[in-house]
T-cell receptor
Framework: GENVEQHPSTLSVQEGDSAVIKCTYS??????FPWYKQELGKRPQLIID?????GEKKDQRIAVTLNKTAKHFSLHITETQPEDSAVYFC??????????FGTGTRLQVFP | EPEVTQTPSHQVTQMGQEVILRCVPI?????FYWYRQILGQKVEFLVS????????KSEIFDDQFSVERPDGSNFTLKIRSTKLEDSAMYFC???????????FGPGTRLLVL
């Protein structure tokens, strides 16, 4: 079945710097790749997603890139702010239903 | 903006007891899911449900687990005889269609003693 790996497990950046989180997936049939942000004790919240028919998507300070050939996708956060501190999960899906999540990245943004 | 809701927010139970976790998906959504997250770990898929039947389940979802949509709004997860290792946060999610964005509820934190 699908396996999603995520790196790094922790990431510390200074406010204003950029943060990049990378994921790889194993199943070439996967075609939907969402990113969720989870604050401590809260629900995962979708922040951006990308489908396999596009290579890049941007929403303000957040962007996601997808390389289908290499089977990896990345989350880019620019001009980080302290409120970006959270755990970020990537996920992959074959477009039917279940999401397979990565192991998470704990992002800390220091003022 | 409509949200997925879950009750209770916390549940403490004794090993061997039955628990029912309740979810109210977003009203026009057709696909429903349960996931669990053991403390400090990743979110894991349990089961998906569409058209009043299970469409897929993981190996975690054994005979002790069942799901039901008893009426037009609720979606429940039952654990028949809880084990210590069932302690986790259980998230319900729903989506408008298969492969569409999944929206998560706030979770039920289950503690089995």
């Amino acid at each position: 079945g699908e396996n999603v790996e995520q790196h790094p497990s922790t990431l510390s950046v200074q406010e204003g710097d950029s943060a990049v989180i990378k994921c790889t997936y194993s199943d070439s049939a996967s075609n939907y790749f969402p990113w969720y942000k989870q604050e401590l004790g809260k629900r995962p919240q979708l922040i951006i997603d990308i489908r396999s028919n596009v290579g890049e998507k941007k929403d303000q300070r957040i962007a996601v890139t997808l390389n289908k050939t290499a089977k990896h996708f990345s989350l880019h956060i620019t001009e980080t702010q302290p409120e970006d501190s959270a755990v970020y999960f990537c996920a992959a899906s074959k477009g039917t239903d279940k999401l397979i999540f990565g192991t998470g990245t704990r992002l800390q943004v220091f003022p | 903006e409509p949200e997925v809701t879950q009750t209770p927010s916390h549940q403490v139970t004794q090993m061997g007891q039955e628990v029912i976790l309740r979810c109210v998906p977003i009203s026009n959504h057709l696909y429903f899911y349960w996931y669990r997250q053991i403390l400090g770990q990743k979110v894991e898929f349990l089961v998906s449900f569409y058209n009043n039947e299970i469409s897929e389940k993981s190996e975690i979802f054994d005979d002790q687990f069942s799901v039901e949509r008893p009426d037009g709004s609720n979606f429940t997860l039952k654990i028949r005889s809880t084990k210590l290792e069932d302690s986790a946060m259980y998230f319900c999610a729903s989506s408008l269609g298969g492969g569409e964005t999944q929206y998560f509820g706030p979770g039920t934190r289950l503690l089995v003693l």
